[in-house]
Structures are given as structure tokens and as C-alpha cells.
């Protein structure tokens, strides 16, 4: 089983970015997947989670109303775009899976991170 978070890079402060979570040997559809982040000296952050049905996602307070989770079936692809981006959102960010209910607390497998850096 192996995750693989995609598309981190350098971002200006309120820009946008996309990140993609693919997997071999592995479908993503079966599992709730979930986005967390590190930033260099601080714990590891919940940032969203979409449950198997499309229609179910979460996400803490710090990135509500400018981050959205999504999945693309027929790429069995799960996305996450990050809007009005600020600084504080500099981390490595990971996308993990988890059984139908298992996110954020229950994580069962998880991917190598991209890194998002915002800054002017």
C-alpha cells in the first residue's frame, strides 16, 4: 500500500494551490481519505477529511471556507484545493486512508508528503 500526496510547491500569499492524493495497489474509493500537515516544529494537523460518500467532508476551523476536499472517481483521485492561502499553511501535507469513519482519529495508512510553501 503506498499514498503519494502530489502537486506542493511555492505560492504567493492569497493564491491557490491544488493538491492530489493517489495510490498503487491500493483504492482510495473504499476509504475515508484525509489531509493533514506539519510545519517545521510543530505537531501534525488535521486539515480535512471526505468520507466514501463524496458528499461528507470536514475541516477544522483554520481552513474552513478556503480549503475543499474532493475525489474524482474515475481517477480515483482525491483532491485538495487550498484558497486564500496565508502563510501559516506553509507545511508538508500529507494525505492518508482510513476504514468509513476512521478520520481524522483513525488513520490506518499513510503517503508522502508535498510541500506548500506560502510566501512573497
Known amino acids: 500500500v503506498q499514498l503519494q500526496a502530489f502537486g506542493g510547491g511555492l505560492v504567493q500569499p492569497g493564491g491557490s494551490l491544488r493538491l492530489s492524493c493517489a495510490a498503487s495497489?491500493?483504492?482510495?474509493?473504499?476509504?475515508?481519505i484525509g489531509w493533514f500537515r506539519q510545519a517545521p516544529g510543530k505537531e501534525r494537523e488535521w486539515v480535512s477529511c471526505i468520507g466514501v460518500s463524496e458528499g461528507s467532508s470536514s475541516y477544522p476551523d483554520s481552513v474552513k471556507g478556503r480549503f475543499i476536499i474532493s475525489r474524482d472517481s474515475a481517477k480515483d483521485t482525491v483532491y485538495l484545493q487550498m484558497n486564500s492561502l496565508k502563510p501559516e499553511d506553509t507545511a508538508v501535507y500529507y494525505c492518508a486512508a482510513a476504514i468509513p469513519g476512521g478520520c481524522p482519529h483513525g488513520m490506518d495508512y499513510w503517503g508522502k508528503g508535498t510541500l506548500v510553501t506560502v510566501s512573497s
Open positions: 495497489k491500493f483504492t482510495l474509493a473504499y476509504y475515508a
